[in-house]
């Protein structure tokens, strides 16, 4: 599935005029210091786009930064269902070139259950790879959040309940 408003900006020639508005968000940038930082993007819903923007400068696109990068770029994304997956051919293609370089988990909460049985929720998902996840930011990586606010409250629940464990 495709994003309309990414879609429209692609499909778009050199010199055709269009309006915009912007930014509405923070600044999300990727650090440039050191190649070898890992990324962990935690995503829910149309909150994918910056990310899309990401992996497309890591993976897709001949850049600096993609002939730099050499940490791991890991997507979590959370959606209802399967059909609500955006760009899902596009992180498939850079997981299958780039195994080393990119990692991608999806959470679908009307299709997967946690190991509560409950819904999976993009904070289950991201929990269940938590000493992972810890790991890479005890190590450097940095994390991104976009997408609902509603999903941030889980989320800093289900971190300061993995942190205080350990």
Not at 92 to 104: G, H, I, T, V, Y
Not at 133 to 159: R, T, W
Request: glycine content about 10%; aromatic content about 10%.
């Amino acid at each position: 599935k495709k994003g309309i408003c990414s879609n429209f900006l692609c499909d778009t020639s050199p010199g055709d005029e269009i309006s915009m508005t912007g930014p509405a968000g923070k600044v999300m940038l990727m650090p440039e210091e050191n190649p070898k930082t890992d990324l962990i993007m935690v995503a829910t819903g149309t909150g994918i786009a910056p990310y899309r923007g990401f992996i497309r400068r890591l993976f897709a696109e001949d850049t600096p930064a993609a002939s730099a990068y050499k940490g791991e770029a890991w997507l979590f994304l959370g959606v209802a269902n399967s059909d609500a997956l955006l760009y899902d051919d596009e992180f498939q293609a850079a997981k299958k070139s780039f195994p080393d370089n990119f990692r991608l988990d999806y959470a679908l909460s009307r299709e997967q259950t946690n190991s509560k049985g409950g819904k999976m929720y993009i904070q289950d998902k991201v929990e269940e790879y938590a000493d992972e996840v810890f790991s890479k930011l005890e190590n450097g990586a940095h994390i991104y959040f976009c997408g609902l606010k509603g999903m941030m409250p889980g989320i800093q629940d289900m971190l300061k309940g993995v942190a205080e464990a350990k």
